[in-house]
């Protein structure tokens, strides 16, 4: 192709699909990551101990799902044990742990065929239906997937189809990978090296190669400064996070939906024995950050969860880190907007932008797979037309 290359700026989820579906259709990629190796958010602490930076979970129901199955990037999931499926799932009301969500909030989960509106907010449209609290429980539920202390002033529609995704009454569609999303990534990178991908790591791009198309692939904020567009904003969530990992005690939970202030605990081991050492069970758990509040605050918080879900953890802890997630959890639709409205993949002049908060539809990582495929699509069409006028400016 007379030398031109397709480049891709990011190494993440994006960048590396992005890199794969351009380089199974022929084009030569050239993928750029500033950090020394690639995978972004999918990226997972070393063992023994394999916490991970980000989502680590797949919802199997949608075409980014098909698309990473077909390649077998996740092959290999695990499963929870007959012992700890029995009490997969939990809810934490008026401070308590119980099995089931309140009554009304129940009955919202089977309603889903109502249609909720793009242009009003979600506390407001659910209230309308299942009164205040159920409608602020019902926001709290599902905050794991908004990271946002204030999920219920989002788009109704927004909030009201994940809500039904993640706690509806379809067949749950969740889906982990042994070896969590550090092993999707190591699949990914081996897949494009063995297309002819060049990956170079260490490579901060400050300008865009003049060169062929280009797939942006970073966090949101970076793409503003590299394409000089301070129209690339968006709103993302902003949370509180705390890995740990104890020695196993009867009665520790393995996965609570927070009704009360919004947050989550899961456990990674339940379904994954090898992220943490033998005798030992690692856990992550998530609060969004209140407005005006304080990251000491909102772990102050999440360590509250943590005494229900596991009581008495600090005495048996054995591994243990804090970090906060800020603007790099994917797209929010406030009333009023639909996933239409974020910034636009294609920036024209050969300048493509993917990420988890461009206009594709998904929730966080999907949002990322799902632009990225589009992208690479538009990006191979304009690579082979700029091979075409350069074919035939030769001849003539």
Known sequence: MNNTNLTVIGGGLAGLTAAIAAAESGAPVRLYEAHTTVGGRGRATPAPYVAHEGAHVFYADGPHYAWLKKRGFVSGLGWPGARDAVRLLQFRVDGRIRPLPPLRMLGAQTRRWLKAPVDQDFHSWASDHWGEVSASRMANAISVVTYDANTGGLSAAFVWELFQRVLGPNVPAIRWVRGGWQTVIDRMAARARELGVVIETGSRVSDLPSDGPVIVATELAAARTLLRDD??????????????????????????????????????????????????????????????????????????????????????????????????????????????????????????????????????????????????AAAVHALESVKTVRHNGSRT
């Open 231 to 376: 129209t690339l904003c968006w709103r993302s969530g902003h949370a509180a996070l705390l890995d740990i990992a104890v020695t196993p005690r009867r009665g520790d939970r393995n996965l609570v939906f927070d009704l009360d202030e919004g947050g989550f605990h899961e456990s990674y081991s339940m379904q994954d024995a090898s992220t943490a050492p033998a005798g030992e069970a690692l856990y992550q758990l998530q609060m969004p950050v209140r407005d005006t509040e304080s990251h000491a605050d909102a772990h102050r918080r999440l360590a509250g969860l943590a005494d229900v879900a596991l009581p008495d953890w600090r005495s048996r802890t054995t591994f243990e880190r804090t970090a906060v997630a800020q603007g790099r959890t994917g797209a929010l639709d406030l009333p009023g907007e639909t996933w239409r409205d974020r910034p636009a993949i294609d920036r024209g002049d050969g300048v493509y932008l993917v990420g988890d908060m461009v206009a594709a539809p998904g929730m966080r990582g999907e949002i990322s797979i799902n632009s990225a495929v589009q992208a690479a």
